[in-house]
C-alpha cells in the first residue's frame, strides 16, 4: 500500500535553530495532514493540507505541499523548547485510513 | 466538555489473558479508530469503524476484536494477550471522512508478561 518516508528520523537543535522535517512519497497523494506528539502525550492536528503547492502557517511552523503532491515539509523558525516532540505526516489512502509517517523526534537544547 | 477517554490508561497483563481498552467519545463522531505505537513502526491501525454496528480491518487486525453498538463507544479486545501486544493504543475519531482531522485520546500503555 502506500506509505510516506518521513525525515529525519531525529533532530537535535539549539534552541533559536530553525528546524525541518519532510515526508515523501511515491505516489500522489490526495491530501496531507500533520501531527505533533509531546514526550508521553497523544497525537494532536496540526494542519491538513490539500492543494497542490499549498502553503500554510501556523505563527513560526510553515507547512508546504509539493506541487506535484508527492512530498510536504513542516519548518519551525526559531525553535523554542515547548516545540519539542515528534511531528508526524499522515495521509488518507484507500479505504478510508489515515497512514502515518515514522515522525521526526524533535529535541530542543536550551 | 471530556472529548475522548481512554481507560484504563495503564494496564498490566499477563500472556493468555483477554483485555479489553475502553474508548468513549462525546462528540458523536461518526468515525473512530484504534492505533498501536511502538518504537520504529510510529502509528498503525488496528481497526477503524464508520458508524455504529460497521467496522473494518486496518492494518494490523491479527489478535485484536472490536465492537460498536453505540456511536460513542469503541472497545478493543485482546482475545489472548501476546507479549507482542506490549504497545501504547490510541483511540481517535473524526467526524466524517470529508474531514481527516483525527482527535485523539490520552492512550492506554498495556504491559503483557
Known amino acids: 500500500g502506500q506509505q510516506v518516508m518521513q525525515i529525519p528520523q531525529y533532530q537535535h537543535v539549539q534552541e533559536g535553530e530553525d528546524f525541518t522535517t519532510y515526508c515523501n512519497s511515491s505516489?500522489?497523494?490526495?491530501?496531507i495532514q500533520w501531527y505533533k506528539q509531546r514526550p508521553g502525550g497523544h497525537p494532536v492536528f496540526l494542519i491538513q493540507?490539500?492543494?497542490?503547492?499549498e502553503v500554510k502557517k501556523q505563527k513560526r511552523l510553515t507547512f508546504q505541499f509539493g506541487e506535484a503532491k508527492k512530498n510536504s515539509s513542516l519548518h519551525i523558525t526559531a525553535t523554542q523548547t515547548t516545540d519539542v516532540g515528534t511531528y508526524f505526516c499522515s495521509f488518507s489512502g484507500s479505504a478510508r485510513q489515515l497512514t502515518f509517517g515514522s515522525g521526526t523526534q524533535l529535541t530542543v537544547l536550551p | 466538555d471530556a472529548g475522548i477517554t481512554q481507560s484504563p490508561r495503564y494496564k498490566i497483563t499477563e500472556t493468555g489473558r483477554q483485555v479489553t481498552l475502553m474508548c468513549h467519545q462525546t462528540?458523536?463522531?461518526?468515525?473512530m479508530f484504534w492505533y498501536r505505537q511502538d518504537l520504529g513502526h510510529g502509528l498503525r491501525l488496528i481497526y477503524y469503524?464508520?458508524?455504529?454496528?460497521?467496522?473494518d480491518k486496518g492494518e494490523v487486525p491479527d489478535g485484536y476484536v472490536v465492537s460498536r453498538s453505540k456511536t460513542e463507544n469503541f472497545p478493543l479486545t485482546l482475545e489472548s494477550a501476546t507479549r507482542s501486544q506490549t504497545s501504547v493504543y490510541f483511540c481517535?475519531?473524526?467526524?466524517?471522512?470529508?474531514?481527516?482531522?483525527?482527535?485523539f485520546g490520552p492512550g492506554t500503555r498495556l504491559l503483557v508478561l
Open positions: 481517535a475519531s473524526s467526524e466524517s471522512w470529508r474531514d481527516e482531522t483525527q482527535y
Open positions: 469503524s464508520a458508524a455504529a454496528d460497521i467496522t
Open positions: 505516489t500522489t497523494l490526495s491530501n
Open positions: 493540507l490539500v492543494k497542490s503547492g
Open positions: 462528540w458523536s463522531h461518526s468515525y
